[in-house]
């Protein structure tokens, strides 16, 4: 079930662009917790992941959009897989390159 998580982050990757996050304002109908329990469960959710959000962002899943953290999602994933196929593609792993190749880090910039 954990895999749901990811699918719907993919599903809604139109919507969940770094550099315009108004568009993920219409994902925005419940809260962290309360989206993550119906697609992931009560256990994964209590044991895995809100641990996770509430150390990486400092606050609990109750108080977290699910827009926001969909978007921290694919900016983690996208980051990911630049720097796998940056590795792939013969370039190393030059940092510069893999964050000038995610949204979010032209987005900071």
Same mark, same amino acid.
């Given at each position: 079930?954990?895999?749901?998580?990811?699918?719907?982050?993919?599903?809604?990757?139109?919507?969940l662009d770094?550099l315009?996050?108004?568009?993920?304002?219409?994902? +925005?109908? @419940? =809260? &962290?917790?309360? #989206?993550?329990?119906? !697609?992931?469960?009560?256990? $994964?959710?209590?044991f895995?992941?809100?641990?996770?959000?509430s150390?990486?962002?400092?606050? +609990?899943? @109750? =108080? &977290?959009?699910? #827009?926001?953290?969909? !978007?921290a999602?694919?900016? $983690?994933?996208?980051?990911?897989?630049?720097?796998?196929?940056?590795?792939?593609?013969?370039?190393?792993?030059?940092?510069?390159?893999?964050?000038a190749?995610?949204?979010c880090?032209?987005a $900071?910039?």
């Amino acid at each position: 079930r954990l895999a749901r998580l990811l699918f719907e982050v993919a599903r809604h990757r139109h919507t969940l662009d770094p550099l315009r996050p108004e568009l993920a304002a219409g994902l +925005d109908r @419940e =809260d &962290l917790a309360t #989206a993550l329990i119906r !697609l992931v469960g009560d256990e $994964a959710f209590e044991f895995l992941l809100a641990p996770a959000f509430s150390a990486t962002f400092d606050s +609990d899943p @109750e =108080d &977290l959009s699910l #827009a926001f953290a969909m !978007l921290a999602l694919r900016c $983690a994933s996208s980051r990911a897989a630049s720097a796998c196929s940056a590795s792939k593609a013969g370039w190393g792993c030059s940092r510069r390159r893999s964050r000038a190749r995610c949204p979010c880090a032209r987005a $900071a910039r």
